[in-house]
Nanobody, 125 residues
Framework: QVQLAESGGGLVQAGGSLRLSCTASGRTFSMYATGWFRQAPGKEREFVASITRSGNTDYTNSVKGRFTISRDNAKTTVYLQMNSLKPEDTAVYYC???????????????????WGQGTQVTVSS
């Protein structure tokens, strides 16, 4: 199973920006579809963004226009650029991967089989 390591979380004021990174072990990263999820206290883990092997992206409505997911297969890393952050974006953010067909995208927690440990993002008002 692939190992994932997230970084880039922290405390930021509303309107600020953060970039999360998730680096995968192994050399088959290009074979994975990847996603970012988040979990706020007392809430279920929810989908934030995904990127297919082909580079197609998808976002939950609340982050469209503010967040950008991207990937660098050579660095086996997926990124989440978060701009115009809001207090309601506060959560632990997790990256996830799974082997996938070239164009397949996934938005459900249950569709991913490898997860990072999570990184805390706190947005103050």
């Amino acid at each position: 199973q692939v190992q994932l390591a997230e970084s880039g979380g922290g405390l930021v004021q509303a309107g600020g920006s953060l970039r999360l990174s998730c680096t995968a072990s192994g050399r088959t990263f290009s074979m994975y579809a990847t996603g970012w999820f988040r979990q706020a206290p007392g809430k279920e883990r929810e989908f934030v963004a995904s990127i297919t092997r082909s580079g197609n992206t998808d976002y939950t409505n609340s982050v469209k226009g503010r967040f950008t997911i991207s990937r660098d297969n050579a660095k086996t890393t997926v990124y989440l650029q978060m701009n115009s952050l809001k207090p309601e974006d506060t959560a632990v953010y997790y990256c996830a991967v799974r082997e996938a067909n070239y164009y397949s995208a996934y938005a459900s927690v249950h569709e991913y089989d490898s997860w990072g440990q999570g990184t805390q993002v706190t947005v103050s008002s």
